[in-house]
């Protein structure tokens, strides 16, 4: 029997809509790495939603954080953090990522 167990409603769902005809299943999975290790007690979830056409968008609930066409690529990953961050919680000091 497999348990699974849904996020919690409180916390926020980031998605991030890879390109798999770009193979970019690796990308998406790193920056979903990097969010869950950063926004451990934040998040309730990171998924990954395979799409097509050169498509690259990670959502904060309905917020568009990155689309890679309005943006211009991809976020570095400090970037990423930062506008999850301002997103989550403003408050919250990312450490060296907050440093010039």
Avoid: N
Avoid at 61 to 72: F, K, N, S, V
Wanted: net charge negative; charged share 25%.
């Amino acid at each position: 029997m497999i348990e699974v167990d849904c996020p919690s409603p409180a916390k926020p769902r980031v998605s991030i809509t890879y390109c798999t005809q770009c193979q970019w299943l690796l990308r998406a999975g790193w920056m979903a790495q990097e969010l869950l290790s950063t926004f451990r007690d934040e998040l309730g979830e990171v998924a990954l939603i395979p799409g097509t056409g050169g498509i690259f968008v990670i959502q904060c609930g309905a917020d568009t954080i990155w689309d890679r066409t309005r943006d211009g690529g991809f976020p570095d990953v400090k970037t990423l953090k930062q506008r999850v961050r301002d997103r989550l919680a403003p408050e919250r000091d990312l450490g060296h990522i907050d440093r010039p």
